[in-house]
């Protein structure tokens, strides 16, 4: 996909030290293919892949299509799972600055098909919200499934956004994972 030549072409010349991904929520779906895409390139992979909020990309099943909700239903949505302040909706003019780029990236990651390979030589860490509305404990837990070594799964207090609240938990689970 066009994202991801864009994303090539900006970490290549860094791919010379060792190196990870983190990626949330559509991220880490771009996280993943983008190291698909250098093991298929015979690039150096990551150390690891850290992947959050989004579940595992092989499912099947039916999702909500949330790029042909309506402007106004998108979001609602947004800030329901904490990813626009409330405050956003005092401001008419600034909404088409978030939503038109949401509706954007919701197409595209809609509209992407898994395609099966064969799995990654790179280790995951896989994080979620316990109380996050848009991913299950099994769909985080399945991607153990497209990683050929170890998959490490863990749970912070939240929501889908927790992040926001869990930072400094993350950065620490990071380090510790690539230590």
Not at 45 to 68: I, Q
Not at 146 to 162: D, I, N, V
Request: net charge negative; hydrophobic share 45%.
């Amino acid at each position: 996909s066009k994202i991801l030549d864009v994303l090539i072409d900006s970490v290549e010349d860094e791919l010379t030290t060792d190196y990870a991904f983190f990626g949330h929520s559509m991220g880490a779906v771009l996280a993943f293919e983008l190291a698909r895409r250098l093991r298929k390139q015979d690039k150096p992979m990551p150390a690891r892949l850290f992947l959050s909020g989004r579940r595992a990309p092989h499912l099947k099943g039916e999702f909500v299509r949330r790029h042909t909700l309506s402007r106004d239903r998108l979001l609602e949505w947004a800030v329901e799972i904490g990813g626009f302040p409330k405050e956003l909706l005092a401001h008419p003019d600034m909404i088409n600055f978030f939503v038109e780029p949401l509706a954007a990236d919701m197409e595209a990651l809609e509209n992407w098909q898994f395609k099966a390979e064969e799995p990654l030589l790179v280790p995951f860490s896989v994080f979620s919200g316990i109380d996050d509305p848009e991913v299950t404990w099994q769909q985080v837990v399945a991607w153990t499934e497209l990683s050929a070594l170890r998959c490490e799964t863990k749970s912070f207090p939240g929501r889908h956004f927790y992040l926001k609240e869990e930072g400094f938990a993350i950065i620490n689970e990071m380090v510790t994972a690539l230590e």
